[in-house]
């Protein structure tokens, strides 16, 4: 019989003030004793006749029970709560207990937790593999286990079979951009109040496999036709090169017409549209926003459309050519990943924007 660590601490708990009060009755006379144990069992005969139901004892009280009941005469025993069977019952289980042995391991040795996460990280990040692809691409990392094990652990963990686990069947919108980023182009609008606290608007197109930045046009009043036509610009400034672009990334604005994405479709480029309200959907338009906000336009008072087209300028040559990213492994986007310079021997810092930003070159 199982027993566990509550129990067994409430049972030496009973135990020991059961003795406390056999130390207190030792302290007392014979007649007081007789007396007080003529009204126990008073009250326990009154007991019995109001109840009449069978008393639930816990498993320490039976112990206990059970082995203050050996120590009692035999012609005593057949008063007490429980009968003279039930007493020997709860002892043979005592003695069961006490001789009890685990049940030796059988089947399979357990699969390790660390084990377990290296199969569910390939089934996550791999959701095209199934379970036999699995078990091979394991064998080659030098674990060994079975097809069916696979199976059982990614249906525990919730995972169904390949070719797609989950309630999608597509790739998410994070891995879309990440394995199309060289194909994309995203365009947003940002605004700037200048002095005379009149609103400027922005348009923005990022390469996003580059980061590069192209500062198309800025206007206090953004129209479609003006979207659009800065829309040919960008082509004819990409040149060739537009033809390496499959999709242009935007959100849902009204300055987006037809004629808009007409100029992008004629060079086979298709249009992405975000979901209304989903920024996110937008995250590199959205980032470089934030990037000229924190770094120039927040630090620096614009006068004027003309001003304001002037330092953003600046700061799209600053970001392009001299402003590493994480994403490229800390190359600025014009830099060539390939060429490693050497540590230079006397360097020049190069303001911009009037100091506002430094840039640092070798003069050797």
Request: glycine fraction near 6%; include cysteine; proline fraction near 6%.
């Amino acid at each position: 019989m199982a027993v566990s660590d509550p129990m067994a601490l409430r049972m030496l708990y009973l135990i020991f003030v059961r003795l406390l009060g056999l130390l207190l009755l030792l302290s007392r006379t014979d007649r007081a004793r007789d007396v007080e144990l003529l009204a126990l069992r008073h009250e326990v005969a009154v007991l019995r006749r109001q109840l009449g139901v069978r008393p639930r004892l816990t498993w320490p009280e039976r112990a206990l029970l059970a082995g203050l009941a050996r120590q009692l005469p035999s012609r005593l025993r057949q008063h007490r709560l429980v009968t003279p069977g039930t007493l020997l019952t709860w002892h043979r289980r005592l003695v069961r207990w006490k001789w009890r042995q685990k049940p030796a391991a059988t089947g399979r040795p357990p699969i390790s937790e660390k084990f377990t996460a290296l199969i569910l990280r390939l089934a996550r990040e791999n959701p095209t593999w199934g379970s036999t692809r699995i078990q091979g691409e394991l064998h080659r990392l030098g674990y060994r286990v079975g097809a069916s094990t696979i199976r059982r652990i990614l249906r525990s963990a919730g995972l169904g079979p390949a070719p797609r686990r989950g309630p999608n069947t597509g790739p998410t919108w994070a891995e879309f951009l990440r394995t199309q980023a060289s194909g994309i182009l995203a365009a947003d609008f940002f605004h700037i109040d200048t002095t005379a606290l009149t609103r400027l608007y922005a348009f923005t197109v990022m390469e996003v496999a580059t980061r590069t930045v192209h500062i198309l046009g800025v206007t206090t009043h953004p129209t479609a036709a003006w979207a659009t036509q800065l829309a040919r610009n960008l082509l004819a400034d990409l040149g060739d090169r537009s033809s390496g672009f499959r999709y242009l990334l935007r959100d849902r604005d009204s300055r987006y017409t037809q004629a808009f994405d007409a100029v992008f479709t004629s060079e086979n480029i298709e249009i992405l549209k975000t979901a209304p309200q989903a920024p996110k959907m937008n995250a590199h338009a959205e980032r470089f926003i934030r990037s000229v906000r924190a770094e120039c336009t927040d630090r620096v008072l614009i006068y004027n459309a003309q001003h304001a087209r002037h330092v953003l300028t600046e700061y799209a040559r600053h970001h392009n050519t001299g402003r590493p990213h994480r994403a490229l492994q800390l190359h600025a986007p014009a830099d060539d990943p390939k060429v490693i310079p050497f540590p230079a021997q006397r360097i020049h810092r190069h303001d911009v924007l009037g100091g506002l930003i430094h840039e640092y070159r070798d003069t050797a």
